[in-house]
């Protein structure tokens, strides 16, 4: 199965792992016709500025994910961009991650990373809603799948409550195991209008977040996840938190969902 959304909306793009997706996207056999790389600063994010001034498709788009009304306005630009093709995946990326100890942990990192982790990919999601739908009826006997209409959340194996063996994080595991959560929501609620929700775990990444001593670059995390991403389709894509470096299922995050296909 290809990976062919007609229309990409990243958040969290300027660097990292949401930058490598920007460059993923571009490279494949058929690129998205707009691919919104959204960032807190678009006046100084030199790496996707540099890019998006040779790729017409690429737009730089304004999206803090705490505050609405900066939200809002990215969703309005989008929408008269994509016009009736609506938008066909969102990826949720844009986070923060401070490992924090018991004895460290305030009540402003608690909330500064649910804000950011959890609180945010839902009211994006939220606000590209009508945009994912048009996507999404405009296809309607295709199955669920990224190039129809799609959320990934970008979450992290430290979100899992079964494979925390080591503890620690006190402000970032739980952010993003409420992201699991609100993923799971999304995929109940949404299947009805054909759209994908699933998490993925990108591996442990040197990225300002993962630090120099991760395991792999941003290059080979990304080219895994497109791989999966390529493959989630239908009821067995839908709901489920992915190692998308391993390839394997972390687990499904709907009780009843079907056996996935090995992915
Ligand atoms: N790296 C890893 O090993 C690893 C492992 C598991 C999961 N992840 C997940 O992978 C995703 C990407 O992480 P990364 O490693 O690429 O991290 P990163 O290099 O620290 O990049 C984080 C990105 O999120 C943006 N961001 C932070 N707060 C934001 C906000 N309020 N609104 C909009 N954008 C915001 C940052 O923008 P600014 O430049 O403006 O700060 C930056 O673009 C995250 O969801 C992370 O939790 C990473």
Avoid at 163 to 188: D, F, H, I, Q
Avoid at 208 to 225: C, H, K, R, V, Y
Wanted: with cysteine; charged share 20%.
């Amino acid at each position: 199965m290809a990976l062919c959304p007609k229309s990409v909306l990243v958040t969290g793009a300027n660097r990292g792992i949401g930058l490598e997706f920007v460059r993923q996207f571009l490279a494949l056999k058929t690129p998205p016709k707009f691919i919104f790389a959204c960032c807190r600063v678009p006046e100084n994010v030199a790496d996707l500025n540099s890019i998006a001034e040779k790729s017409p498709s690429v737009h730089v788009v304004k999206i803090d994910v705490t505050d609405d009304s900066i939200i809002g306005g990215a969703r309005a630009y989008v929408e008269s961009t994509v016009g009736a093709d609506g938008l066909n995946l969102l990826i949720n990326n844009a986070a923060v991650g401070v490992q924090k100890r018991l004895q460290e942990v305030t009540r402003e990192e608690m909330r500064r990373h649910y804000e950011a982790n959890a609180i945010g990919p839902l009211m994006v999601a939220r606000a590209f809603l009508p945009l994912l739908k048009q996507a999404a009826s405009l296809s309607p006997a295709a199955p669920m799948s990224c190039s129809r209409a799609a959320i990934i959340n970008i979450s992290s194996v430290l979100a899992s409550i079964s494979e925390n063996s080591s503890g620690g994080g006190y402000a970032y595991r739980p952010s993003k195991a409420a992201l699991n959560m609100l993923t799971t929501n999304l995929a109940l609620e949404l299947k009805e209008d054909g759209i994908l929700a699933t998490a993925v775990h990108p591996g442990w990444v040197k990225t300002e977040m993962g630090g120099p001593n991760a395991l792999i670059d941003t290059g080979e995390s990304i080219t895994a996840m497109m791989s999966l991403l390529a493959k989630l389709q239908g009821e067995e894509g839908t709901g489920k938190f992915y190692n998308g470096v391993r390839g394997g299922l972390i687990v499904a995050l709907l009780k009843n969902a079907p056996h996935p296909s090995k992915a």
